[in-house]
């Protein structure tokens, strides 16, 4: 069985301060998630893809209203949606927490799980293919598209070799200057979690129990760790739509106007 969980726990500060100073200043306090792309909110184009697969959110406490509201009007399970209790982006828990509370809260731990950051969607992403790829696989399983070097500072890079005719990953850098590594794959939050690798939260938490906030915020500093601890596997694809600041939104309504998102 494969679960499906959206990681929506984040504030979006940047694009928070963007829209405050634009005509699209009525989308302030709006998650990411369900902000309009191309007539629906982000998070009902993963919807429409991930066919009977179960989806899950985690929140955060002062968007739980809006995803209730939300919920209701797409007969959307509010039991699926939990909330991690925070108010503020200051006392925000960090992505790997966010995971690992969810992973608890809704007992996911015994089946094959997919990450999806709230604010992510994949280009020409044949959705079907990848859960049978990842199957076949056996193992956890991150995605990358070529990047820049500008990028680079934007997002998880990979280094991966091959092994038995499939990318390992043997590196993986968060958001790194452009000359710490000649790897231009930029790895999205979206990760095919394997059971086997579920545990290995619990030991990573622990371990940064004491560690500042950058160390666990995001979900990429667990997948650095855990390539040395298990095998994780990489699939190349098309590229990525990452919602950052109001340029980056507006960059996604555009290419979700002029193109289809899935390959179905």
């Not at 405050?20 to 009902?44: D, M, Q, Y």
């Not at 828990?93 to 015994?110: H, M, P, R, T």
């Not at 038995?164 to 000359?179: I, Q, T």
């Not at 930029?186 to 938490?205: A, E, N, Q, T």
């Amino acid at each position: 069985m494969t679960n499906v969980l959206f990681l929506c726990a984040g504030f979006g500060t940047r694009l928070e301060k963007d829209l405050c100073e634009s005509e699209l200043s009525h989308l302030v306090g709006v998650p990411k998630a369900l902000l309009p792309l191309n007539h629906k909110p982000l998070i009902e184009h993963w919807l429409q893809v991930i066919g009977d697969l179960v989806p899950y959110i985690i929140c955060n406490q002062s968007h739980k209203a809006q995803f209730d509201k939300w919920a209701d009007s797409v007969a959307f399970n509010k039991k699926n949606i939990y909330s991690n209790g925070v108010l503020t982006n200051e006392t925000r828990s960090g992505s790997v927490k966010d995971l690992f509370l969810a992973i608890e809260y809704f007992q996911l731990q015994n089946d094959n799980l997919i990450v999806i950051a709230g604010d992510t969607l994949l280009k020409k992403f044949d959705f079907g293919k990848f859960v049978m790829d990842c199957s076949i696989i056996n193992h956890s399983v991150v995605v990358y598209s070529t990047i820049t070097d500008t990028e680079c500072f934007k997002s998880g890079v990979l280094e991966t070799m091959v092994e038995g005719g499939k990318e390992r990953v043997v590196g993986f850098l968060e958001k790194p200057g452009p000359e710490l590594t000649t790897s231009r794959k930029g790895c999205p939050c979206y990760y095919f979690v394997h059971p086997s690798s579920i545990p290995f939260l619990k030991v990573f938490l622990d371990e940064k129990k004491d560690a500042p906030l950058n160390e666990i915020d995001a979900s990429g500093r667990w997948i650095e760790w855990l390539i040395h601890k298990t095998p994780v596997y990489a699939l190349p694809i098309t590229g990525r739509l990452d919602i950052g600041g109001l340029a980056t939104y507006l960059e996604a309504e555009k290419y979700l106007s002029e193109n289809k998102l899935w390959i179905v």
